[in-house]
């Protein structure tokens, strides 16, 4: 279609928001920022969007709110709707992690006579959270959501944020519910009881073989959530591993180093050099901003089918055979395009080592990944803990804090995680999801891309460590020169190190031959 053309077709999309009024759990999460910017920049006709916000820090939730929109990630907003925009959002004073949400009586009122679409991005994403507090925020958290759906009388969706990666038993996951690994009520009720000692040492006899509370969790509460499928207008999205912003509105942004971004900077700092992982191997991953687009998307839909009697026959039966059975969607890209880690790896090192330099660098970049869990460790203790060793000696001497086995330690505790994940594979089917771009026009698809075509992965990871380097590490352009020189030198420095440890292994060899 030539874009000349986009402007005769309508943005529906956007008209199914218009004069609604939202709510959104985990607005001021990654996800929930994301998705909060492009509702007001593309759907500027929306009426109002509560955000439930707790205090945090001591800071207020209108406090954390304006201080949100200060941030990078709603300056183009600001810039092509103007700052009275962001007077439709308004703080909500809540905690997911409190009973009743810790909601008092006039905002609970407010929400259940004006609210018409809420959308539960909340949760805690920690791999190694307590069981107490990952139950209260992703299960108990989810079934407080649905009881105060229950209460709003004009509710036309509730969009609950899964992931794709909570049924691990499954090597193929399919868009349809499955039994969750535990009663969720029967697991609310013991964590609301024990003390959390005891909830401590038993938490691996509840997990089964689940790795991590994480996954437990948020199996649970999805399965609240589709309990509750004949009774309130719900939809399940589950993403797979979230990256920072591909195209829009800021690409590279992320507000945070989880994950792969994580090892990434890890690697271009030096501080990581080796990981127990097959390189052919790949996992799923999913830009941000396309998760936004798809909770936009996945309600125009699902509305649209509420309008199946009125449609053509032909255009009515599409619309049955997706929502008949069900309104689960994975939000995953490898059935179209899968990157494996040594690809992954490749273009990083490139990336960090050639274009955009890190401040501040160990070790050259370098390392790899390793298919044997001896080989690992041999240079896991070689070339990080042995080095961490040394410099933090070298620091406490100058008169500084040691810093570099703290790091490790942390390096660590993160393999635990990467290690399961990067080393079993896991496949997903999106057949539903994939139709919905159908539904959609050529205005639609190009404002809320729901696709990776066209995506370039060396142009895409040089943003993410542009973006890293300065909104988290906060390491300014105007240093990538002198980053450069330094990389230079610790280029040089890696290659005399090879050369004297080459040289010390012949002589070794030498004497031992002799």
Known sequence: ??????????????????????????????????????????????????????????????????????????????????????????AISANMEAPDLALSNFDRKKITEEVEMIYHCAATIRFDESLRKAVFLN???????????????????????STAYCHLHERVLYEKAYPPPSSPHHVIKACEWLDEEVLDTITDKILGDIPNTYAFTKALGESLVNDEMDNLPTIILRPSVIIPIWKEPLPGWTDNINGPMGLLIGAGKGVIRTMYCKGESYADYIPVDIVANCLICTTFIYLQSKLVMIMQDRFRKFLI?????????????????????????????????????????????????????????????????????????LLIVLGYKPILMRVQKRVSKGYEVFEYYANNQWDFNNDDSMKLRQMLNPKERAIY???????????????????????????????????????????????????????GFLYLLYKYLL
């Open 139 to 161: 299960t108990r958290g989810t079934k407080l959501m649905l009881e105060l759906a229950k209460e709003c009388k004009n509710l036309i969706v509730f969009a609950h944020l």
């Open 321 to 393: 055979d997706i929502f008949s059975s069900k309104r689960i969607f994975n939000l995953t890209s490898s059935a179209e395009y899968k990157v494996s880690f040594d690809e992954i790896i490749k273009i990083g090192r490139d990336v960090v080592s050639n274009k955009i330099p890190l401040n501040g660098v160990l070790w050259y970049p370098g390392g790899s990944m390793k298919k044997w869990r001896w080989h690992h460790n041999v240079e896991f203790f070689l070339f990080q803990l042995v080095p961490a060793v040394f410099l933090d000696a």
């Open 449 to 503: 891309k729901l696709d990776g075509e066209g995506i370039n992965y060396h142009d895409y990871f040089t943003d993410c460590v542009r973006a890293a380097r300065l909104y988290i590490l906060k390491e300014g352009d105007e240093t990538i020169p002198s980053a450069r020189r330094h990389m230079r030198l610790m280029r040089f420095v890696d290659l005399v190190c090879k050369i004297v440890l080459l040289i």
């Open 1 to 90: 279609m030539d874009p000349k053309n986009l402007a005769d077709y309508p943005d529906r999309v956007a008209q199914i928001f218009l004069d609604r009024t939202l709510l959104i759990t985990g607005g001021t999460g990654f996800v929930g920022k994301v998705f909060l910017e492009k509702l007001l920049r593309s759907c500027p006709g929306i009426k109002k969007i509560y955000l439930f916000i707790r205090t945090k820090k001591d800071k207020e939730p209108n406090e954390r709110i304006k201080e949100m929109f200060n941030g990078p990630l709603f300056q183009l907003l600001k810039k092509q709707r103007g700052e009275e925009i962001l007077k439709k959002v308004e």
